[in-house]
Structure formats: C-alpha cells, structure tokens
C-alpha cells in the first residue's frame, strides 16, 4: 500500500471510534444483554459500541482510499474551552439551577475561537440561554429548577 495516500487524520480519527467502541463492548457484556424482544440493561449500550466500531471501521477503510491533507496543529484552545464546559454545566445545574448553568457553560464554549469578543460572547450566551430555555423548559415541559438555591432566589 502507498503510505502518501493515506489520510492520517482519518485514520486517527477512525481508530479512536474502533477503540472507543470496543472498550463500551466489553464494559457492556458485565450487564445482561437480553434479546431484541427482551432487552436488558447491556443491550442498548452494546447495540451503541457496535455501531460506533461500525462508523470507525468505514472511516478507516476511506483513510486507506483517500489522499489527505497533513494534520494541522492541535487545537488546545478549542479543548481549553469546549470540554470543560459541559462539565460545568454539570455541576453548577443544580446548585444554580438551569438557566445561569447554560449561560455560564455557553459563555465558556463561546471562547474557543480566539475570534470571539467578549460582547459576542455575552450576546450568544444569552440567545442559547434563552432558545434552551424556551424549547427544554417551556416547549418540551422538562422539569428543570430555572433558578437553583445557590442564588437564594
């Protein structure tokens, strides 16, 4: 095979999937699967695992197929920004409760790209907060505290 018509990121990207999927396989057979009429705990989670290794292993065939472009520089600011926001949102949730979690979460996220300023930041944080708001609260009548006791509202 000629090693200058792979697609390196692909491929990377394509073994993570594999990986990833292998590990939730094997975490799921401690439940019981069950059948498909009689579905228990570890069924859904192995059915996922499977069709993640699926959507990695296509990707690694295409990585063998195509010709890429060579892999650019890690993005720490992205990471910097987007992975902890969810996890923000985790643990403020409760305490603040739903709509301070989702602005301060969002406004973090928002400062991945180093294009962002802080006025527009603040301006889609709001309109995320809000339209979350709006469609998980109102729209789909989920039962989030809007305001947690943290803010003595």
């Excluded at 057979?29 to 228990?40: I, N, V």
Aim: glycine residues 10%.
């Amino acid at each position: 095979m000629n090693s200058s018509k792979v697609d390196t990121t692909n491929l990377i990207c394509g073994l993570l999937l594999v990986a990833t999927g292998l590990w939730f396989a094997y975490q799921s057979f401690e439940l019981e699967l069950g059948t498909a009429l009689r579905m228990g705990p570890g069924y859904f989670p192995f059915i996922l695992s499977c069709a993640l290794m699926l959507f990695g292993a296509i990707i690694l065939v295409q990585s063998l197929r195509v010709e890429g472009e060579p892999m650019g520089a890690i993005a720490w600011r992205g990471m910097l920004f987007i992975l902890p926001a969810p996890i923000i949102f985790g643990l403020t949730v409760q305490g603040l409760g739903f709509v301070p979690s989702i602005f301060i979460s969002a406004l973090v996220a928002a400062f991945a790209s180093h294009k962002m300023k802080p006025l527009s930041a603040l301006i889609l944080s709001a309109a995320l907060t809000a339209f979350s708001v709006l469609v998980f609260s109102y729209g789909l009548g989920l039962p989030f505290q809007r305001f947690g006791p943290w803010l003595g509202l």
